[in-house]
């Protein structure tokens, strides 16, 4: 299978947690990476390798993996993290890079 | 510091075809993959491509086969990629980005600021 898939829409109250899944049969074999995208701006990477943080990328950011599903979790989630998130890993046969649909996070 | 400046916005009329460059600074150009990837107007990110300044192998996503052919120049550090047989559905902010490579993993560590291509009669 070719497709990653995200929920669309998540919120979360200030300072609260979130947690954002990634589901597909790649992340079986690939980890799964997330961008996060402000309105009118380049993606950002927030977490690669599963569950690695750029330099410069807060530790309220952080990743996971189980089975055929990958999380990005916001602790203690800021106005400013209200972005669209978006993960990416290989297709199933490793020769293409596919994205999820993206969910956008509202912070209340 | 690392720097991918990409070529401005383009209009072009649909059949034509457009050029994107992603002009890299700050690394070794030939040491990274480059990858290109668009966005539509309130959709979602896709990839198109990725090529090697290296080797020049490269790939292309299938549902772009025959339409998008990559280049690049080593001598300049720039990446190009050609879009031909362009529709309305082509209009979109295209990104190149550098790609990393870590076993079996990959991911782009680096972002241009992207090109608004409109596809339009």
């Known amino acids: 299978s070719s497709e990653v898939t995200q929920d669309p829409v998540v919120s979360v109250a200030l300072g609260q947690t979130v947690r954002i899944t990634c589901q597909g049969d790649?992340?079986?074999?690939?980890?799964a990476n997330w961008y996060q995208q402000k309105p009118g701006q380049a993606p950002v990477l927030v977490i690669y390798?599963?569950?690695s943080r750029p330099s410069g990328i807060p530790n309220r950011f952080s990743g996971s993996s189980s089975g055929n599903t990958a999380s990005l979790t916001i602790t203690g989630a800021r106005a400013e993290d209200e972005a669209d998130y978006y993960c990416?890993?290989?297709?199933?046969?490793?020769?293409?890079?596919?994205f999820g649909g993206g969910t956008k996070v509202t912070v209340l | 510091q690392v720097q991918l400046v990409q070529s401005g916005a383009e209009v072009k009329k649909p059949g034509a075809s457009v050029k994107v460059s992603c002009k890299a600074s700050?690394?070794?150009?030939?040491?990274?993959?480059i990858h290109w990837v668009r966005q539509a107007s309130g959709q979602g990110l896709e990839w198109l491509a990725w090529?090697?300044?290296?080797?020049?192998?490269?790939g292309v996503a299938q549902k772009f086969q025959g339409r998008v052919t990559l280049t690049r120049d080593t001598y300049t550090d720039t990446a190009y990629m050609d879009v031909s047989s362009l529709i309305s559905e082509d209009t979109a902010v295209y990104y190149c980005?550098?790609?990393?490579?870590?076993?079996?993993?990959?991911?782009?560590?680096?972002w241009g600021q992207g090109t608004l291509v409109t596809v339009s009669s």
């Open positions: 980005a550098r790609g990393r490579l870590y076993g079996g993993n990959s991911y782009f560590d680096y």
């Open positions: 700050g690394y070794t150009f030939s040491s990274y993959d």
């Open positions: 090529m090697s300044p290296n080797t020049a192998n490269r």
């Open positions: 790649s992340l079986r074999i690939y980890y």
């Open positions: 390798d599963k569950d």
């Open positions: 990416q890993s290989r297709d199933t046969s490793g020769n293409h890079w596919v």
